[in-house]
Structures are given as C-alpha cells and as structure tokens.
C-alpha cells in the first residue's frame, strides 16, 4: 500500500525558513520522480518542484526557483523541501505526489503559514 506522509509546516515570519519532509512507504523509492505541490486558499493546486534520485534530476516553478531545495533520502525514503526566504505568497498546504504503476498518489497536506 502506498503510503505519503508529509510533516513541517508551520507559522514562519516573512523571510523565514521550512523544510517539509514526506516520508513514503510501499513502493520503491529510487525508481520514481517525487514532486511537492501547493493549494493556496481559493487557488488551483501548483506544482512547485520535482526530483528523480536516480538522475539527481530537480526543477522548480520560477516563482520558489532560487529560494527552495528538493532532495531525497533513498535510505529513508523520504524526499525534502528546504524552503528559504518565504514569503506570504507562500502560504498554501503542500502536497507531495507520486505516480507508481500508473496510480497517482497524494499525501494529506501539511500547512505553511507565512505571516508576521
């Protein structure tokens, strides 16, 4: 069964900084392309950044391009968002994703609040 559990999200103060973890559990870690994206209030949800560990493959919409880092544990099977200089705009739950076997899977959310 798989499984994505997303965790760090939080209140941060404009300029501040995250790292969100999603630990993922019932496939094979390595073998797919990982992607964090974000649902703003009242806004479509946006894909923010994806990585294949295989490649080292990342990219990242423009707008967090320069601010936030993926990376990825196999080991731990666990892929990161290190998110930098946040700003309110970035306030959104963010989501991580995967495609295994065709299937799409999303984990719960985790909310970032960018606030003074």
């Known amino acids: 069964q798989v499984q994505l559990v997303e965790s760090g999200g939080g209140l941060v103060q404009p300029g501040g900084s995250l790292t969100l973890s999603c630990v993922a559990s019932g496939f094979t870690f390595g073998n797919v392309v990982m992607s964090w994206y974000r649902q703003a209030p009242g806004q479509e949800r946006e894909w923010v950044a994806r990585f294949y560990s295989r490649t080292d493959a990342r990219t990242y919409v423009d707008s967090v391009k320069g601010r936030f880092t993926i990376s990825g544990d196999n080991a731990k099977n666990t892929v990161f968002l290190r998110m930098n200089n946040l700003q309110p705009e970035d306030t959104a739950v963010y989501y991580c994703?995967?495609?295994?076997?065709?299937?799409?899977?999303w984990g719960r959310g985790t909310q970032v609040t960018v606030s003074s």
């Open positions: 994703h995967t495609v295994w076997v065709g299937d799409t899977y």
